[in-house]
């Protein structure tokens, strides 16, 4: 009775436009940054390395490359602050953790490219 009361409840904080992507994906990742009275959006553009969690404690990792340094941020998906998940690029991969690629550097972090 109390997991679907909880249910319930998580269901009307769920977001119902999030697009689907897997691990391996290339996202923009579109997060809301309040400035003093301004808010603007900020994009974040990387591989998903992984997900966790399920409901609205969902959560899914982004890591990308800046200036020879790896940058890896978790973002939860149901959050107000993201404004929206875009997919650009659609990766084959045999794995569910992506963290080896942490070891990677250069043309060596490349995935294959999932063709639809």
């Not at 990792?61 to 790896?70: K, L, M, Q, T």
């Amino acid at each position: 009775m109390s997991q679907e009361l909880m249910n319930k409840v998580e269901a009307a904080y769920q977001k119902s436009d999030v697009d689907f992507f897997e691990i391996g994906d290339t996202v923009e990742v579109h997060t809301k940054i309040l400035e003093g009275q301004k808010e603007r959006i900020q994009k974040f553009i990387g591989t998903v390395i992984a997900k966790s969690g399920s409901g609205t404690r969902e959560m899914f990792s982004v890591r990308r490359i800046v200036a020879g340094e790896g940058v890896e941020k978790k973002f939860p998906l149901h959050s107000p602050q993201i404004a929206k998940v875009e997919v650009t690029r659609r990766s084959v991969v045999r794995r569910a953790k992506l963290y080896y690629l942490r070891d990677r550097v250069g043309k060596a972090t490349r995935l294959r490219e999932r063709r639809v």
